[in-house]
């Protein structure tokens, strides 16, 4: 599924787009492109492409569909969004700082070209979202009170929580769906980020 209607924007970060969504090894991937490998790899990493691969690139980017539970869904619907783990999702203070070596995608049908998934980790949000869960965020989009968001706090780390705005302090309350993680409250300043959760992907079978 494409990420930019322009071939040339990020040529790199397309092409492994591609690899991922497709279930494609690089060794794969290469074969369905006619290439060898070791050039694949090159390109994946930033090398420029020639003409020859770029035209065969977009043929089969445009033919390719997104297979979700074995079943083969037009491209057109549903779009694969990359997956960061909860580790991968701490590394960034800012939105373009958010890792681009994910290995993982989701299937979703999410406008936000920005959209991307976090892999949950930990038993706060339980009993309505487990560990492995995976959280699909919008952060084109601010988030509002009373909405579930994952944000990232300085010197805190990722955290899953409900989130209600009390504009008068300035301050941000966050909350857990399980009992045992008391409320807290946490100044504007001392976020990195919050992104709303627009869905969450069980995990149905446990690792």
């Known amino acids: 599924m494409p990420i930019s209607s322009n071939i040339n924007d990020n040529f790199a970060e397309r092409l492994r787009f591609w ?33 020859a691969l770029r035209t065969r690139f977009l043929l089969i980017e445009k033919s390719s569909s997104i297979k979700v539970n074995g079943t083969i869904t037009a491209p057109h619907i549903l779009r694969n969004l990359p997956v960061l783990s909860w580790d991968q999702a701490g590394e960034a203070t800012n939105f373009n700082e958010i890792p681009r070596n994910w290995n993982e995608v989701v299937p979703s049908d999410v406008a936000d070209e920005r959209a991307f998934g976090v892999r949950l980790r930990g038993d706060s949000m339980e009993p309505k979202f487990s560990d ?12 509002t009170n009373g909405e579930i968001v994952v944000t990232n706090l300085k010197d805190e780390g990722v955290l899953c929580k409900i989130m209600h705005v009390q504009l008068d302090r300035n301050l941000i309350k966050l909350s857990s769906y399980n009992p045992a993680y008391p409320p807290m409250e946490r100044h504007r300043e001392q976020f990195h980020w919050i992104f709303p959760v627009v869905s969450i992907v069980k995990q149905l079978r446990r690792r």
């Open 19 to 51: 690899r991922v969504s497709q279930n494609f090894t690089q060794a794969e991937a290469a074969q369905q492109l006619d290439i060898d490998r070791s050039y694949l790899s090159q390109v994946e990493r930033g090398r420029l492409p020639g003409n």
């Open 132 to 143: 492995g869960d995976i959280a699909i965020l919008l952060p084109s989009i601010a988030a």
